[in-house]
């Protein structure tokens, strides 16, 4: 059984920093699209990044890029989104999110609804 698990959320001020992981259990890192997804109250769900297991390829939406960094630890199977900079419209509960398949980590396929397995998120929020 697929399991993925996220900590590292919490409250910190704008400018703050935080780092959020995603333990994933039930399944090796062959050839997964691991992605972090967000969503604030009253907002529709945003795909915020990605990595794919397979290559290291990453992607990231415009509204975090050179603020986040995404990676991941195969040894560990986990994925972490190390998040800097923060600002108050980053608070949003935020989700990590198995595909199967590497492609799923590209700009045109990345999209909630291709990735199968969730978290069951974890809650940043960022103080202004």
């Known amino acids: 059984e697929v399991q993925l698990v996220e900590s590292g959320g919490g409250l910190v001020q704008a400018g703050g920093s935080l780092r959020l992981s995603c333990a994933a259990s039930?399944?090796?890192?062959?050839?997964?699209?691991i992605g972090w997804f967000r969503q604030a109250p009253g907002k529709e769900r945003e795909g915020v990044s990605c990595?794919?297991?397979?290559?290291?390829?990453?992607y990231y939406a415009n509204s975090v890029k050179g603020r986040f960094t995404i990676s991941s630890d195969g040894a560990k199977n986990t994925v972490y989104l190390q998040m800097n900079s923060l600002k108050p419209e980053d608070t949003a509960v935020y989700s990590c999110?198995?595909?199967?398949?590497?492609?799923?980590?590209?700009?045109?396929?990345?999209?909630?609804?291709?990735?199968?397995?969730w978290g069951q998120g974890t809650q940043v929020t960022v103080s202004s």
């Open positions: 999110a198995a595909g199967p398949s590497g492609l799923y980590c590209s700009p045109y396929r990345f999209s909630g609804d291709r990735y199968d397995s």
């Open positions: 039930g399944f090796t890192f062959d050839d997964y699209a």
């Open positions: 990595v794919s297991t397979s290559d290291g390829r990453t």
